[in-house]
């Protein structure tokens, strides 16, 4: 079974540096997706970036990036700039291709954005 | 032009009572999925349908029943209610790339 581990309950990033946000997951699949998502205190789930893991490059949305290590499974999200629109909960996620496929999500990482 | 719609967004109700919680997508999806998320943040799957057929049901009491009577509308109906099932819901629908999630409804069961 597929996990995915966040191992950083909660971070805090002053306002205009960069955080780095970790995530690790366990699979023995080739094909997949990895997803970081935002719900800030509205709970609306916002997608803040995606990566095809058959794409070496890494993804990129505007101040969001992702450092993607195939063979290592690990997906860690930098912010750069960071803003007090930022501060929310992230959460990492992976989904098989194919239609029978859903989202594993990890356990979730709180953003905290100080003055 | 809302995409992934839920209701209502606030259920307080009784333990033992029957509720249903209503999704529809409008992004023309042919998958749609429902989430749980519990009182530490924890999103997890519970089922999931594909042109109205069920393709993925994870381990959930069978006190929840989803229903899909068109591609466009997955509702989630749960009998006799429990504390524990206290959670935000979340509806999604899927296109290639994404899965698009409606704004959650919140059940608080007393």
């Known amino acids: 079974a597929q996990t995915v581990t966040q191992s950083q309950p909660e971070m805090s990033v002053q306002e205009a540096e960069t955080v780095t946000l970790s995530c690790t997951y366990d699979?023995?699949?080739?094909?997949?997706?990895l997803f970081w998502y935002k719900q800030p205190p509205s709970r609306q789930m916002i997608l803040v970036i995606r990566q095809e893991a058959y794409k070496q490059q890494n993804a990129t949305e505007n101040r969001f990036s992702v450092n993607f290590q195939k063979a290592a499974k690990s997906f860690s999200l930098k912010i750069s700039d960071s803003q007090l629109g930022d501060a929310a909960m992230y959460f990492c996620a992976y989904r098989l291709s194919g239609t029978a496929s859903k989202l594993t999500f990890g356990t979730g990482t709180r953003l905290q954005v100080t003055l | 032009d809302t995409a992934v719609s839920q209701t209502p967004k606030y259920l307080v109700t009784q333990m033992g009572n029957d509720k249903s919680i209503k999704c529809e997508q409008n992004l023309g999806h042919d998958t749609m999925y429902w989430y749980k998320q519990d009182s530490k943040k924890f999103l997890k799957i519970m089922f999931s349908y594909n042109n109205k057929e069920l393709i993925i049901n994870e381990t959930v009491p069978n006190r929840f029943s989803p229903k899909s009577p068109d591609k466009a509308h997955l509702n989630l109906h749960i009998n006799s209610l429990e504390l524990g099932d206290s959670a935000v819901y979340f509806c999604?629908?899927?296109?290639?790339?994404?899965?698009?999630f409606g704004p959650g409804t919140r059940l608080t069961v007393l």
């Open positions: 999604a629908s899927r296109d290639y790339n994404e899965q698009f």
């Open positions: 699979t023995s699949e080739s094909d997949y997706y």
